[in-house]
């Protein structure tokens, strides 16, 4: 296989976060949107995070966490509560990990 087979545009994708726990808490799941691919800065930026700054770990997932028409839905005056936030991270993870 020659790698240009597997280049493409990004695609804007649904997650969803549908555990038990945040169905239960918020009475459905939860949906947002990222890319399926990210540049190459991105995962840079990722791979060199301190576990301890998670200041940078917040600026980078500002650039993850989109609404359906791929504007950010974090920013300074807009931010999703901690354990929703903590759930989203997990999921964008998973999904670049793919």
């Given at each position: 296989m020659k790698l240009s087979q597997l280049t493409s545009e990004p695609q804007l994708i649904e997650i969803s976060i549908d555990d038990e726990d945040t169905v239960?808490?918020?009475?459905?799941?939860?949906?947002?949107?990222?890319?399926?691919r990210q540049?190459?800065?991105?995962?840079?930026?990722?791979?060199?995070?301190?576990?301890?700054?998670?200041?940078?770990?917040?600026?980078?997932?500002?650039t993850l966490i989109l609404d359906e028409d791929a504007k950010?839905?974090?920013?300074?005056k807009n931010m999703l509560p901690t354990g929703v936030l903590m759930k989203a991270i997990?999921?964008?993870?998973?999904?670049?990990g793919k």
């Open positions: 239960k808490q918020y009475g459905e799941a939860i949906t947002f949107h990222t890319y399926d540049p190459m800065d991105v995962f840079m930026r990722l791979a060199n995070l301190d576990g301890k700054d998670t200041g940078q770990l917040i600026n980078v997932m500002k950010p839905l974090l920013d300074d997990a999921k964008v993870t998973e999904q670049l």
